[in-house]
């Protein structure tokens, strides 16, 4: 049977048309500095972006031996960390006839110590084997931007389009190469296009294709991921190797003060297309210092073309409650993955082209694992909001992860729970910020996780009953992380 794209966007589509005067508030329009005269104008008028961030983090694992203890090779715990200054340096021209064009250098060194059997965690270059000091153009565009319209081509930032997004979490972002058209001529209405041949990695001195960036492999530990019909010479123990693969983005996004409803098609060629669907609405009662939001959200991933990944067939849905108050938010999230042993990897949702949406989505934990049902609740509150502590942001969130975990299941996986603590302060800002806003200036952030592993399995057994090659299993770690930025 065939797939049918983009059925959720004609969906919407006819919803606009039946109801014009729905909107209220236009959506904001994307940035534009001052038109200069001439082109040397332009080109000498433009302006400069510059983050300054040093990064570190450290992972301290403990795991639990599922061999002989005598083997010398097996260790009981794992430690990764990196500690590196980096940051970008970009520079955007003035805008002449509505045009204009940008490239932004990220780089990398290390600082500190960065020891090669403790890489893994993607904040320095580690295609060599070590930590290595890295620099990428991860930006060079040229950009058209009238009312109501921009169109921009070449290397960029995506930051607002949901699966396809940055993911800041490093030193560097991540972003990616082709060509974008956003449409905000309607109020309240945005429709965005995006045609996208490649991304680039956080840490990557290069940029992939989209198949490849969704880190593809053939098998793990002697599992078999892919499921179903597929060319193995598409692969090596590095992952999908095959044919370059593209991305067709298509989304439509509508708006007021009481509600938001998004729908997004990403369409990889001969790979997966993934819908996502979130709708919010807003509560705000008069004369209420309580204000509430629903929120729920859709994925649905499936196969098309050739399927080099074989058979993908899976969903994913979750619901969210948040109350905010003088400063105060409250939240409330469940997310659950189907699981189905037919699809790959038992129906694990493809997320690594930027940032994954689910609402428990964690500091380690991104809920997008084969049958995952996960329970998430937290608080975040402003201190610089009543003047205490001017400049300070706390938030603290707890999730519980319910994997399917029968020994008889193919992708059977250990329950989990993750605690997360963190910290923000600005200098310049003294409240109504988030962790993770941009800021001018000085800010200084500190993260803290705490994960934690059922171990009270047979792992033995189910070992020999799948084949699986593994000899340790995680019984908890902790995940710290520090920032310190200065934007110009």
């Not at 959506?27 to 038109?35: A, G, I, R, V």
């Not at 530990?221 to 067709?248: F, H, P, V």
């Not at 996960?374 to 009543?386: K, L, T």
Request: with cysteine.
């Amino acid at each position: 049977m065939k797939y049918t794209r983009f059925p959720v966007l004609v969906c919407m589509v006819l919803a606009l048309v039946l109801t014009p005067n729905l909107c209220a508030q236009p959506l904001s329009e994307p940035d534009q500095h001052q038109t200069g005269n001439s082109f040397y104008d332009a080109l000498i008028g433009g302006r400069f972006r510059t983050l300054l961030r040093y990064s570190g983090q450290q992972r301290n694992s403990n795991l639990q031996v599922l061999q002989d203890d005598s083997d010398p090779d097996i260790s009981d715990t794992k430690i990764q960390q990196y500690s590196a200054l980096g940051g970008y340096l970009g520079y955007q021209t003035g805008s002449w006839f509505n045009t204009t064009v940008g490239a932004t250098v990220y780089a990398a060194v290390p600082f500190g110590n960065n020891p090669a059997d403790r890489r893994g965690l993607g904040g320095l270059y580690e295609e060599n084997g070590d930590q290595d000091a890295y620099a990428a153009l991860g930006e060079l565009y040229i950009q058209y931007q009238e009312s109501g319209h921009l169109l921009k081509l070449g290397r960029q930032e995506m930051p607002g389009y949901r699966f396809v997004s940055m993911s800041n979490i490093r030193v560097s972002p991540v972003t990616h190469s082709g060509l974008i058209y956003e449409n905000r001529v309607m109020n309240n209405v945005a429709i965005n296009f995006a045609y996208i041949s490649q991304m680039k990695e956080r840490n990557a001195k290069k940029f992939i294709d989209m198949a490849k960036g969704a880190r593809v492999y053939e098998s793990s530990n002697g599992k078999q991921l892919i499921r179903g019909e597929y060319n193995r010479d598409d692969y090596d123990s590095s992952g999908y190797i095959g044919a370059k693969k593209e991305m067709t983005l298509l989304s439509l996004v509508l708006q007021n003060e009481r509600y938001r409803l998004e729908a997004w098609d990403y369409y990889v060629e001969d790979f997966v297309n993934t819908v996502f669907l979130y709708g919010q609405y807003n509560i705000d009662p008069p004369e209420s210092r309580f204000g509430y939001v629903l929120a729920a959200q859709y994925t649905r991933q499936k196969d098309v073309g050739d399927h080099i990944a074989g058979n993908i067939d899976t969903w994913h849905y979750g619901l969210s409650f948040r109350l905010s108050a003088d400063g105060l938010g409250f939240f409330v999230n469940y997310d659950q993955v189907a699981y189905n042993e037919n699809s790959y990897d038992g129906g694990t949702i493809f997320v690594r082209w930027g940032t994954p949406q689910m609402f428990n989505s964690f500091q380690v934990q991104d809920s997008e694992l084969a049958g995952t049902k996960s329970y998430g609740v937290g608080f975040q509150y402003d201190f610089g909001r009543n003047g205490s502590i001017p400049g300070v942001v706390m938030r603290w969130r707890y999730g519980h992860y319910n994997l399917p975990d029968d020994l008889l299941m193919t992708d059977a996986r250990q329950d989990r729970s993750e605690a997360t603590f963190d910290l923000r302060y600005s200098l310049g800002q003294k409240s109504g910020f988030g962790i993770f806003t941009e800021m001018k200036g000085f800010s200084l952030q500190f993260r803290l996780g705490y994960n934690n592993y059922r171990t009270d399995y047979s792992f033995e057994a189910y070992r020999k009953i799948h084949g699986y090659d593994f000899n340790v299993a995680t019984k908890d770690f902790l995940d710290a992380r520090l920032y310190i930025d200065y934007l110009f």
